[in-house]
């Protein structure tokens, strides 16, 4: 349609189609681009490519789910895991979605901590992904009861205070079964082909915004 749209409403799109993607992965059914454009899109076909390919990186980035084109006569997609952890298959009762991407990514920020992450760090981080403690997220629940109790039940994670603390301070470490079912050779090449789909998906950072991300890494 050649219209113009605000950023605040390409954001709105974005938003529709990661909720939309997940419905479809849960389902275990295709989509296209057609059927994106018809149902979360409204036809704005000009705004397809940024909008699509911003929502699949966000999906990879929090769910561990790929977006694949399996017809690209007909624009045809599929969405497969492409992490090798159980977490998704174990927490998976019934309609849940997979939340790989998102231990590899506290896995990733405790490596990048010297193998402990400070809680505090990790709830910063979560929070600029708009994965808030304290409200229910649609994918992932209460955050702080998924990484302090559920992923800590399960192995993935451990979660213990700082020794010597006081005020007490609590810190993230690996889990025996994050050690047991990916290495930090692969959290790290996972995140390499984030970062490189990403610098295609999205435009550079102003000096501004590059200088923020970087205080805040």
Known sequence: TGEFLSPEALKEM?????????????????????????????????????VFSQASHCLEL????????????EHIYIMVPNLGLTCDVMLS??????????????LSL????GDR?????VWG????????VGSVHCVFGEPRTLLTHVWVQEGYLEYRQVPYSYPARYEFLW??????????????????????RA????????????REEDEAA
């Open 110 to 113: 405790i490596m990048q901590n």
């Open 117 to 121: 992450a400070p809680e505090e760090k």
């Open 14 to 50: 974005k938003a529709n189609l990661i909720k939309f993607l997940p419905f479809k992965y849960l389902a275990k059914e295709l989509t296209s681009q057609a059927e994106i454009l018809k149902k979360v899109l409204r036809d704005n076909q000009e705004h397809f490519p940024v």
């Open 62 to 73: 929090v769910c561990g789910v790929e977006v694949k084109e399996v017809d690209p006569r």
């Open 93 to 106: 009762s019934g309609q849940s979605m997979p939340k790989a991407g998102l231990l590899v990514l506290i």
């Open 175 to 196: 889990g025996p079964r994050a050690y047991a079912e990916t290495s930090k050779r692969e959290v790290m090449a996972f995140l390499l082909r984030i970062k490189e």
């Open 125 to 132: 981080a979560l929070s600029r992904l708009g994965v808030c």
């Open 199 to 210: 610098s295609r998906a999205f435009p550079p950072l102003s000096a501004e915004a590059a």
